[in-house]
C-alpha cells in the first residue's frame, strides 16, 4: 500500500441536534508550498448534510483570541465511510495548520463539529495524491467565514489552485484575487491522461479544447 501522510488525531464531535458523533481524522503532517489530504472517517451525515474541513494558518507569536479568522472546503465522499478534502498549498512562513471537521446543514449552518486541533507543516512532508486528488487540489472553492475575508487571498497559502470563493453569506463567485491560470495540463506529456484511463481511474470529466470554430449552417464541420 502506497504510503499516506494524514493529519492523524482522534476527534469527537459535538453533540448537537444531530446527537453526538465520533470519528476519525488523519494525517500527522502537511508538506510546505504542496497539497496535503486530510480524511475522516466514522461520520454521521443526514441528507442534505455535508462535511468541511474548516482550516486557517495558525501563528505562533499571535494570541489565539487574534488569530485569523478560518476557511473552509468542502469533502470528497469516497467508499467504505471514508470522506477527503485538499486545502490549499501552505505559504513557506506558515509552520501550522489549525483545522476542524464539522457537519453542514443544507442550508450551511453548523450541525456538529470536533474541537480544533493543530498539525505541523514540515519540507519533509511528502504526500502521494492521486490523480482525482490532483485534480481537486487544482479546482480549489474556497469558503469563507468572515465579511473581511472577501477579495482578499487564503491567508498563510498560496494561490495555486484556487479558482472559485464561497463568501461568508454562501455567495458563489469566481476568485478576484489570485486570478489563478487554468494551465493546459493536458498539454503536458509528462501528465497527459488519456480520456479512457481518467474515467477507469475514477470518473474525472474528460474535455478537449479546440481552435477550431463550431460549424454553423453556412460553415460545415471540417
Do not use: H
Not at 451525515?45 to 485569523?68: A, I, N, S
Not at 469533502?75 to 486545502?87: D, L, Q, S, T, Y
Not at 509528462?190 to 481518467?198: N, T
Amino acid at each position: 500500500m502506497r504510503a499516506r501522510y494524514f493529519l492523524t488525531a482522534a476527534l469527537v464531535l459535538a453533540a448537537t441536534r444531530a446527537g453526538a458523533q465520533t470519528g476519525q481524522v488523519d494525517p500527522n503532517c502537511v508538506p510546505t508550498e504542496k497539497n496535503g489530504r486530510v480524511v475522516a472517517t466514522g461520520l454521521t451525515l443526514t441528507t442534505g448534510q455535508t462535511p468541511r474541513l474548516y482550516f486557517r494558518w495558525f501563528e505562533d507569536k499571535v494570541r489565539p483570541q487574534d488569530q485569523k479568522p478560518f476557511y473552509w472546503v468542502e469533502m470528497e465522499v469516497a467508499p467504505n465511510g471514508r470522506f477527503w478534502a485538499i486545502p490549499p498549498k501552505p505559504e513557506k512562513r506558515n509552520q501550522l495548520i489549525e483545522y476542524y471537521v464539522a457537519i453542514a446543514s443544507p442550508d450551511g449552518r453548523t450541525v456538529s463539529r470536533i474541537d480544533p486541533k493543530k498539525v505541523k507543516v514540515t519540507g519533509d512532508c511528502k504526500p502521494n495524491l492521486d490523480v482525482i486528488e490532483l485534480g481537486v487540489s487544482s479546482n480549489l472553492t474556497i469558503g469563507e467565514t468572515a465579511p473581511d475575508q472577501e477579495k482578499k487571498k487564503v491567508y498563510g497559502f498560496l494561490c495555486d489552485g484556487i479558482v472559485t470563493r464561497i463568501n461568508s453569506k454562501g455567495i458563489r463567485r469566481a476568485d478576484e484575487t489570485c486570478r489563478t491560470c487554468v494551465v493546459a495540463w493536458w498539454a503536458d506529456p509528462g501528465i497527459l491522461v488519456p480520456a479512457a484511463g481518467v474515467a477507469a481511474a475514477g470518473g474525472l470529466a474528460g474535455f478537449i479544447i479546440s481552435d477550431q470554430p463550431e460549424p454553423t449552417q453556412s460553415r460545415p464541420p471540417l
